[in-house]
């Protein structure tokens, strides 16, 4: 019998070449180790609340109000609840046409677009048009709308950062495009070299490729590098100069560990250049619920804005959107909570700011904490966290660890990654999941466990390397940056 | 300056090539009349709470505390809330890895996707795997994320019925792959034939068309009609014969007004049939919140349920389906909750029967005033709505109204559409948007409004109906079934 539509040699050839590590064979390893009753620490994907982070308490109030309106007819209500909040709760339910369960515009709710836009132009200083604010369920839906909307075919190219968080390799291949790789500068703190880029573009051509677009991530994941004023000013007259639509993946804005490097959004460097470049560099911004000092990861919700993006491809891409009918609404509101904060003076304010302290804080000394650690391990160095949540060590390994990989039919870094499970339960996601330059290995681990455990995990990741290291050491040298 | 990257003429034609009218012209026309602050009857989509229907309490109670568990810390809890809603909602957060605010599980959570297999044994009579069932944000992204896991290219063809709700031709436009046509009989009651089947796949490979799958809508939407055992029996033997996936889009399954057609499941039909066809078909078969008496369409929850997909295939969904890291987890918790209902003896067991009884009685009678009342305008004919949310009318457009429609550059559906828009303010989609044969018009509408209102919006329709008729008349006669 011939194969049928849903045996693998019928698939889709783009479905089979998508490649996540974030889920992938570390992560299904992982899980079933936990399965089986280990104990596990799952710092493959920053998912903040898995790891203990509690929510803050008052958007939870609001959400879960709109969720049981009826509450706010009972007399109880305010036993359980705040005024502010049930306040709040008025204002959003306001705003929806029948509540959590109706689907908003397929743009989202425009009240939330509205609050979107008010705290754009309060971060950067210039306006932002609501019509031009699309609500999605968590940042990712929206790239993927995004590329799915630029890329035609294998012969479109996609300028993406190597290492990269895989969303970007995953969707290109789903949508038969092409990754064009630039690398960040590891030596350099993960900066990104403007000459590079340009070599990148002129290989790219060479072979036939249209490079449409670039991506960029700042913060940046896995590398956790915040990207200055200037540079990004080089970023944005490149893309005008070589006419490439620029991608901001901007979800990690609040996650800043180190003073000296503020975020600074592509949108307001690119307003604050004036034309030409300021009018005709397309720019899609994109931002989320699930990381900040939030991490609601578990409600999808996301936005994005489009610069310079004329009004017909606005349609289309609201067309495209209206086939999935509308965004989760719970999430919107989650959306417009995060970017029309309370204010001094609410009741609910001093515990609110309070809470988010709390956790930005603790980020703060974790990324530290884990910086340290890795630098303090036999061949590993780890560039300082300056923001979002990874740390992304370069892990040195003998030749006589990678001789033991190919024997095992593993890439080295995997084979590393596995090793590193089974030993401690810090379940990681290898650097080959990311891209990295040839011959050299890192891992990948969130800064999100607990703080109270993380001397502990330190300690055991650092026994479990320097274990692997005397077993493998050859003193004929190592693996080198 | 050569066009940019997201300048119209640069996108990907797929996108262009998408059409989706149910968000089309008549309710972007509609939307605007709004804001001028016109009264719109939404009935373009099947939205319940957009137009009064009440949440069931019970579920709002669950999630609400899902939302804020540290509710369940209070003392005054017990006050706002029943223990049974209490205990649900511990239930439910045990499950999670984090709450509602970490991601879950790719495919969704394990706890409710075992809920869902058990509903599906207890429904059809055979024991269900829950790893082949993953939870979506809604039915349509589980759809989509099927479609395109199928579709490799112009050559691979999905048969769909016509008329169809367009989230599949619009998918199918977006992945790039072939619409393949069948027509559902309106003098058979929107039944389908066979034959008919048979002669559409042939005209497809004649065009060297693979066709790989069909997709039934049962019950059917926007026709309404419920599919026989028998005819079911029929569509999985062709489905076997011809070599086809079939994808059942059953999310209407609780809405059913006419007691001598149940719902039946395609699952339970070909289970039903034994082997050969009961271990060959591939089934993949669809289901959401936001429909039946929930209507919770605004939270985006669904399921799909895979039949004789094998393990690699399998892996491939599940690995496309990391990407975009996981389903929102509340409407996972509103699946558990419909899967699993109140059981008599629960506190909240009256309440919950008298509100859902109380739904879907009325969208019952709702049924029968629409289409009573539709059949009794001039030049208007329709089937009675045995299941789903709407009704659709042929309208015999006089060849006069036709005319007039070309001056004005519009479809005459579009037309008639339009004008009743403008005159009453109910917001239809005109059934070109669904497809029909070629010379014969319709609009959908919802049966959603409210009972109370029902009999206003129906006058207003016949008043309108009859002076368009009377305005067209040429007494040269009407274009004909």
Redesign the interface.
Known sequence: ??P?????E????N??K?Q?A??GELYLRA?ELQKEGKKIIFTN?G???????K?L?FP??V???C??P??LD?P??G??FPADAIAKAKHYLAM???????????RGMPGVRKEVADFIERRDGYPSDPELIFLT??A??GV?QIL?????GESDGVLVPVPQYP?YS??IS??GGSLVPYYLEETENWGLDVNDLRQSVAQARYKGITV??MVIINPGNPTGQCLSEANLREILRFCYQE???LLGDEVYQQNIYQDERPFISSRKVLMGMGPPISK?V?L?SFHTVSKGY???????GGYFE?T???P??VD?IY??A??????????QIFMGLMVNPLKPGNISYEQFIRESKGIIESLRRRARMMTDGFNSCKNVICNFTEGAMYSFPQIRLPPKAIEAAKKAGKVPDVFYCLKLLEATGISTVPGSGFGQKEGVFHLRTTILPAEEEMPEIMASFKKFNNEFMEQYDDRSGYSRL
Request: hydrophobic letters at 40%; glycine letters at 6%; one cysteine or more.
């Open positions: 019998m011939a049928r539509a849903l045996d693998y019928s698939l889709n050839e479905v089979k998508v996540y974030v889920r899980s994907v998912n903040p609340h898995a790891l203990g982070q929510p308490t939870r109030q959400v879960a109000l969720q049981a009826f509450l009972d109880n209500v036993l359980l929806t046409t029948g509540g959590l369960g109706a689907y908003s515009d397929s369920d968590g990712s839906k993927m799915s909307t630029i890329i035609r969303l995953a969707a789903l949508f449409k677009a006419n490439l639509a005709e397309q899609v939030w991490g609601e990861c578990g409600q999808r489009m310079n993006i004329p017909k491809t289309e067309k495209v209206s086939v999935s009918l509308s965004p989760n609404v719970p999430a």
